[in-house]
């Protein structure tokens, strides 16, 4: 492990229809199949609060605030540090996490304006100190990304339906964010499952 922090903390993130969350299901198969203990969590939807938050932001008419919305996530990313991430890496368990603190950097910071020097901050009370091991970054171009939507037919939740000018944005911020860091790896979402699962693979090797 490359920190003093317990355990290995793996986040996925990337706009909405990047493939992130079948690529977190594939991970944490092929890891359990290879005798490794790990917890699929994500946010929003890890913790009690988060499952509430999500059903409440899908039924929103109107967005929120961004600063509303960004303190939302907050409460909830604390609630998920404490009550479910940080208890299993102190045993030892590998944690995948399906969004994390970059997905607000990204969404309500770069692409809704809120200071980005305010929700670090926030996000590192929320996460008592605690960073990810490995950010699994999948880049997808959102026009590739809305086709996804439009072929799987469903009701759009209330994010999708801000279209490709506002995901445009939400990449931008990604890519900002994670040109500075050194724990980042960036797989092409055009790729097929089978390639980013291997990618993704290969890459927990070093850690391991
Ligand atoms: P998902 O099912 O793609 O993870 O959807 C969750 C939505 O919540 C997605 O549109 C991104 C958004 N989101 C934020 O805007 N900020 C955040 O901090 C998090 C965790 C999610």
């Known amino acids: 492990m ?21 690529l977190a299901n594939n991970l944490v198969t092929a890891l359990k199949a290879d005798n490794h203990s790990v917890l699929l969590t994500k946010e929003p939807g890890g913790s009690k609060l988060g499952v509430t938050l999500r059903q409440l932001l899908n039924e929103q008419q109107e967005p929120l605030d961004a600063v509303s919305e ?13 009550k479910i991430i940080i ?38 009370v929320a996460m008592a100190g605690i960073t990810p091991t490995l950010t ?14 439009a072929k799987r037919g ?30 980042v790896l960036r797989l092409d979402g055009n790729e097929t499952q089978e390639v980013l699962l291997a990618q993704a693979i290969e890459a927990l090797k070093s850690i391991f």
Not at 2 to 22: A, V
Not at 76 to 82: G, I, N
Not at 136 to 149: G, K, L, N, W, Y
Not at 166 to 182: D, L, M, P, Q
């Open 2 to 22: 490359k920190n003093k922090q317990k355990g290995i903390f793996i986040t996925l993130e990337g706009i909405d229809g990047c493939g992130k969350s079948t």
């Open 70 to 82: 960004f303190l939302l996530f907050a409460a909830d990313r604390a609630e998920h540090f404490r």
């Open 136 to 149: 699994i970054f999948i880049d997808i171009e959102p026009h590739v990304a809305a086709a996804r939507f």
């Open 154 to 183: 469903a009701t759009l939740t209330s994010f999708e339906v801000r279209g490709i000018p506002f995901f445009t944005a939400v990449r931008h911020g990604f890519e900002t964010i994670f040109k500075s860091r050194n724990n």
């Open 87 to 124: 208890p299993a890496l102190e045993q030892n368990i590998i944690v995948i996490s399906d969004r994390c603190a970059d997905s607000s950097l990204a969404y309500q910071g770069y692409a809704r304006g809120v200071d980005i020097n305010f929700i670090t901050e926030v996000n590192a």
